[in-house]
């Protein structure tokens, strides 16, 4: 069954407190205290998994604590046609999605890593690289496949179906919402199953819902999509 791909607006900011970590608490462990360390070192870290397990939402989280704290934050990932070059501002350098690359990426990507590892001047800088892969299957360029590896690697679990479905039950415990089994069963099956996405789903359920005074059955979905 075709999953569908939601547009209501921009969903939920990723945050490390948000991500859910069942099953990854190493990998987020890690990642919160280099985030929230001024005295980090620059290990380079690398994350993979299966699509929908968390690997954006961690990289994106990091981005903002980052920014947050005032340090600009180099990104790169496959949807950047023409990546900049290297700035000596940043303060670390994110590759998200590195088994999509195309070459002129793998190339940008390469030259990140070097110039945030080994600078010329100043202290390194952390690399935060993520894909579906383990570094040594990804078909990138070798010097750049074999770099992505050096450090600490972590895989990340996506959830499993009873823990999608006790998150997607707490949220909308927490917002009041009743969710029937059938409907939950409609949700989990016919839209993306990444949890951004169902936490963005069921925002937009529980306003379409409260617009219209109905209760939020399957009929009421199917209405919302037809309407928004």
Known sequence: ?????????LAPLPSLDNFV???NEAALAHVRL???????????????????????HLLRAVAATLRNQGER?????????????????????????C????AEQQAAAFNWFVNAQTPAQGRARWVL????????????????????????VYQLHALAEDQRRAVLRRAADERGVHLSDEVMAFMLNRFSRD??????????????????????????????LENE
């Open 34 to 56: 280099w985030a929230h360390n001024p005295l980090r070192a620059p290990v380079p870290t690398y994350l993979w998994g299966e699509g929908g397990c968390g690997k954006t």
């Open 99 to 102: 088994h999509l690359f195309t």
């Open 195 to 224: 949890l951004s996405s169902l936490m963005q789903l069921l925002e937009h359920l529980d306003r379409f819902a409260m617009r219209t005074q109905r209760a939020i059955t399957i009929p009421l979905i199917k209405s919302m």
């Open 129 to 152: 690289a993520a894909g579906a892969l383990p570094p040594a299957d990804l078909a990138l360029r070798e010097d750049l496949r074999t770099r992505l590896g050096w450090g600490q």
């Open 73 to 97: 934050v180099g990104w790169l990932d496959a949807t950047t046609w023409h990546p900049p070059v290297f700035e000596e501002a940043w303060s670390v350098v994110l590759l998200d999605d």
């Open 1 to 9: 069954m075709q999953q569908l791909a939601l547009d209501f607006g």
């Open 21 to 23: 970590v069942a099953g």
